[in-house]
């Protein structure tokens, strides 16, 4: 790597603070939940320089706690979109123009603010927005988003380092790394505040400017967002946060000429229109957008008859049910041999018994809400189904009620068969599908996790035998972008395991990596020749 400017802060990852009782970060965090729950919030949409507010109010509750009411956002129409779209235009120039480390140093200015001042704040904004407990919140909110925007300086600066190492006698070659042609759009989900503000904020990071919209359910937190970006420094209309439904700005942004490019988390099926989209339109635009996706999953935990039961018991029971199985990787189907599994189902349930449910501001409860009576009633009904499913059993949870939050017990369904619905079907709640195998069929359970699901994002193998984890991996490396040895498949560090999954899970651009970045920028190689040739001769013409 160059010396000298191109030198930037060595990132580390953010230590997770314990929030145990009597710490201080505790009494900091319960402090804020409180004065959160007492205000009323305003939010408005940020568009170049101005707040907009449009009348059209929208409610803001904790999914824990539907009857309370945190705040109001303004929903914008198309034309907001057209008013974001032309306020990114606007600031590209300036931005892009702009060297390159002070660009990093507002980023890094951010994640010192997170780690600092916001702290609590972002946590108690997702703990209420999004009904994650204190833990979840600090591993994502917090640790997960710092992390992206320290590593993202530090592979920024990597790719800007990487020139050509040849020029010739006279010449000077050099490679220059331009943001794209247009504005990029972020479409951002409600389970990670990190993914949030990550989308949006990488593609800024390398120059471009961007039109963000959020899932509805995370405008909560989002808000805190843009105020860290404010107070960093991200200059008006680089990053323009509009609160519109998903047709309206597809309409308008899809259509675009300066349309450049999309960095997207969501479902497979919002990505593969998206995708048709483009496609249809594709002369419209100046360039080729870019088109970064990380969509759905239907993420496994294969145990091998020499798994130790206990640990494979932990990986189900944090896999499949840490932020109540709203997570892109969360265990949802589990293929365990015949006989380990009584001391497997032993341990998993005397886990489940012992797991509190209720809100976020009592940090009792490890189980908290699902985000929001649309997928109550989804999830609801796959437990429902299997009620009165053939060759099915309920072995733990099953219930569900609505009254106050969105609270779904931890289910457990043990199938018979390794094709029933809950085992090929993204639910994205808490349950979790077990199927059973004969402890001697290792190699065919291998074909079944590889063949039963569409998505390739995340899997974990438990065994102690180094020969069935070497076939495991071998057999199952299209079966998940993220794999995972004897650890449930939840949780990647960023800088450690970048993100990401191909097939029907995305495009595997993996998040947390210079991969990602690389999507951000259009190279341009140069090339300077100081004495220019003035004969069109080569010596091979030349007489003998």
């Not at 050099?174 to 904020?201: D, K, S, Y």
């Not at 609160?243 to 450049?260: K, L, R, Y």
């Not at 796959?382 to 609505?402: S, T």
């Not at 920028?521 to 030349?542: A, C």
Request: with cysteine; glycine share 8%; net charge negative.
């Amino acid at each position: 790597m160059l010396k000298g400017f191109f030198n930037v802060p060595k990132p580390v990852n953010e230590p997770v603070k314990s929030y145990a009782p009597g710490s201080p970060e505790r009494s900091e965090l319960q402090q804020t939940l409180k004065e959160f729950r007492s205000q009323l919030v305003d939010v408005p949409m940020y568009i170049g320089s101005e707040e907009v507010r449009t009348g059209i109010k929208k409610s803001m509750s904790p999914p824990h706690d539907h009857k309370h009411l945190l705040g109001f956002f303004h929903e914008g129409d198309a034309s907001h979109v057209e008013q974001a779209i032309n306020a990114a235009l606007g600031a590209k120039e300036a931005w892009e123009s702009m060297e390159w480390e002070q660009r990093a140093a507002i980023f890094l200015k951010a994640a010192d603010l997170l780690a600092g001042p916001y702290r609590a704040k972002i946590n108690a904004a997702t703990m209420l927005g999004q009904s994650k407990n204190a833990f979840q919140a600090e591993i994502d909110a917090a640790c997960e988003f710092i992390d992206f925007l320290r590593f993202n300086v530090q592979y920024m600066s990597e790719i800007y380092a990487q020139q050509p190492p040849v020029s010739g006698a006279g010449v000077w070659n050099r490679l220059e790394q331009r943001p794209l042609e247009g504005f990029v759009f972020a479409l951002t989900p409600f389970n990670f505040t990190a993914i949030a503000g990550n989308l949006p904020t990488a593609p800024a990071m390398m120059g471009n400017t961007v039109v963000w919209k959020p899932a509805y359910t995370q405008i909560y937190s989002a808000n805190v967002l843009m105020q860290v970006f404010k107070e960093a420094g991200v200059p008006d209309g680089v990053i323009n946060l509009v609160f519109v439904d998903g047709p309206t700005a597809g309409s308008i942004i899809f259509n675009h000429p300066d349309f450049a490019g999309i960095h997207f988390t969501g479902s497979t099926g919002v990505f593969q229109h998206i995708w048709k989209t483009v496609g249809e339109n594709i002369f419209k635009y100046k360039s080729y957008p870019r088109i970064v996706g990380e969509t759905g999953g239907k993420d496994f935990v294969l145990a091998h008859k020499s798994a130790h039961a206990k640990a494979v018991a932990v990986g189900l029971s944090r896999g499949a049910f840490e932020y109540q199985g709203q997570k892109c990787s969360a265990a949802s189907r589990a293929y365990i041999p015949s006989n380990i599994w009584p001391d497997v189902k032993k341990y998993l349930l005397e886990d489940l018994a012992s797991m509190k449910m209720g809100p976020t501001e009592d940090f009792t409860n490890f189980i908290n809400a699902v985000i929001d009576e649309k997928s109550f009633d989804k999830i609801s009904k796959y437990i429902d189904n299997a009620k009165n499913a053939e060759g099915v059993e309920i072995i733990a949870g099953g219930h569900h009620d609505k009254s106050k939050g969105y609270f779904i017990q931890p289910t457990v369904i043990l199938t018979k068969d390794p094709m029933y619905t809950t085992m090929c079907e993204e639910i994205f709640g808490p349950v979790l599908t077990v199927y059973v195998y004969h402890e001697e069929h290792f190699e065919e359970a291998l074909e079944l996790v590889d063949q039963t699901s569409p998505y390739a994002l995340t899997g974990a193998v438990f065994s102690q035998d180094r020969y069935a984890i070497e076939l495991a991996t071998k057999k199952l490396r299209n079966a998940a972008g993220n794999f995972y040895i004897n650890d449930k498949p939840t949780g990647a560090v960023v800088g450690q395991q970048p993100f990401g999954g191909a097939r029907a899970s995305g495009t595997n651009d993996k998040a947390g990596s210079m991969i990602n970045l690389l999507r951000w920028v259009s190279p341009r190689t140069i090339k300077e020749t100081f004495v220019s040739p003035v004969d069109y001769r080569y010596p091979f013409l030349g007489k003998d």
